[in-house]
């Protein structure tokens, strides 16, 4: 398994950008795609974006589509979640995950090891 720890959470008004990181220990890191979800209190997890293991294919939730983009570097064994345009809907707690396998896969069964979490809340 690998270990994950998230940072980069915070407060913005709405229309507003962060920046979330990843940092993932181990030596394979390379191999694992790498996903984002996010999840508010009372609700399921859900899917965000996801990355493939070498960082040519991403693939994102109609709900963020053309305002965050996911990107991974492997040197640094991170992957990152740039949000942009941000609205009030998108807070939430996000959690970095990484799967045991090189491509992208959208639901919380597919991934194996799991962040803590870090807060990500928009104010109108």
């Known amino acids: 398994q690998v270990q994950l720890v998230e940072s980069g959470g915070g407060s913005v008004q709405a229309g507003g950008s962060l920046r979330l990181s990843c940092a993932a220990s181990?030596?394979?890191?390379?191999?694992?795609?790498m996903g984002w979800f996010r999840q508010v209190p009372g609700k399921e997890r859900e899917f965000v974006a996801a990355?493939?293991?070498?960082?040519?294919?991403?693939y994102y939730a109609d709900s963020v589509k053309g305002r965050f983009t996911i990107s991974r570097d492997n040197a640094k064994n991170t992957v990152y979640l740039q949000m942009n345009s941000l609205k009030p809907e998108d807070t939430a707690v996000y959690y970095c995950?990484?799967?045991?396998?090189?491509?992208?896969?959208?639901?919380?069964?597919?991934?194996?090891?799991w962040g803590q979490g870090t807060q990500v809340t928009v104010s109108s």
């Open positions: 995950a990484a799967r045991g396998s090189p491509w992208i896969a959208t639901t919380t069964q597919d991934f194996g090891s």
């Open positions: 181990g030596r394979t890191f390379s191999s694992y795609a």
């Open positions: 990355i493939s293991w070498s960082g040519s294919s991403a």
